[in-house]
């Protein structure tokens, strides 16, 4: 069995990183909007705070989180927002203090859960591990939003891995939220690590390790560099910009409409350049 302790590790990096480009912004520098509709920097950490939230009450308090749910059930359309709304409309110190605290308790009780144990959520039941990947992928991709708003390059990093293990393992999930009937073979992804390529380069650049899924025989094949396709999958790039590659016709598919968060898939972001 994996040992789960590296994804509760770099979680906390995750959100450290994180913490150190949002901690020392001005005022005006948290209203700032993001590429999500509607959101500001303060509504991107808003919604991280929330849902280390939920997460800590799903872990510690079965009707806590139960009640949570049923919130999300009557508005299910709305409820996200919502969440985000409240919190960001709270001074950006108490913002950032919040969530701070949050993620720190939910790193112990999560870290802390013994094996085999399996969490409520609005989806299936998640272990610790899956939950704090789960985290994990959203602290990276609300923090892209933040670092698209500031006009800030993030170094990738390993800790990318999880992202893409999730991207690849909601395969099917990204058809069947569409109506779509998954295809039943297995893909075969190749994906360079962000030590031996960047944005824009391809897997057979060399120099980094290759993160690989799926039969290695497979027909249906998605090649590419791991930030690129971690960019697609939680949909804060659009693919026309980014250098993943699909042979076959339902890996091509899958590259259209690959998601790896739960939920509606929302409408994306459009090509650079396109007129919005």
């Known amino acids: 069995m994996t040992d789960p302790t590296p994804v509760f590790d770099d979680l906390r990096d995750e959100s450290e990183e994180l913490d150190r480009l949002v901690g020392e912004l001005s005022e005006e520098d948290w209203a ?35 009640a949570e749910v049923e919130k999300a059930l009557a508005a299910p359309d709305r409820f996200v927002d919502d969440g985000a709304e409240q919190g960001a409309g709270l001074p950006p110190a ?28 609005y989806g299936p039941p998640m272990s610790g591990a899956s939950m704090a990947t789960a985290r994990l992928m959203e602290t990276w991709a609300h923090g892209q939003d933040i670092a698209d708003a500031l006009h800030v390059m993030r170094p990738p990093t390993d800790r990318l891995r999880h992202v893409a293990r999730i991207g690849v393992r909601a395969r099917d999930f990204a058809f069947g939220v569409r109506g779509l009937t998954p295809p039943e073979e297995e893909f075969r992804v190749e994906l360079t ?68 968060f739960a939920g509606p898939p929302g409408t994306g972001r459009p090509p650079k350049g396109a007129t919005e």
Request: hydrophobic share 45%; aromatic share 8%; proline share 5%.
């Open 94 to 121: 108490r913002l950032l203090a919040e969530w701070r605290a949050g993620r720190d308790a939910l790193h112990k009780v999560l870290s802390s859960a013994p094996r085999g144990v399996r969490f409520p959520w």
């Open 32 to 66: 700032l909007a993001t590429p999500a509709a509607g959101w500001t920097v303060a509504h991107q950490i808003a919604h991280l705070a929330w849902t280390d939230r939920s997460a800590l009450l799903a872990a510690t308090d079965l009707k806590a989180f139960g």
């Open 193 to 260: 690590s962000p030590a031996g390529a960047g944005a824009g380069a391809s897997a057979g650049d060399g120099g980094g390790e290759l993160w690989t899924y799926g039969p290695e025989d497979a027909a249906q094949r998605v090649t590419g560099p791991a930030l690129d396709f971690c960019l697609l999958v939680t949909r804060r790039a659009h693919r026309a910009d980014l250098a993943v590659r699909a042979q076959g016709a339902d890996a091509d598919r899958w590259l259209d409409i690959a998601q790896a």
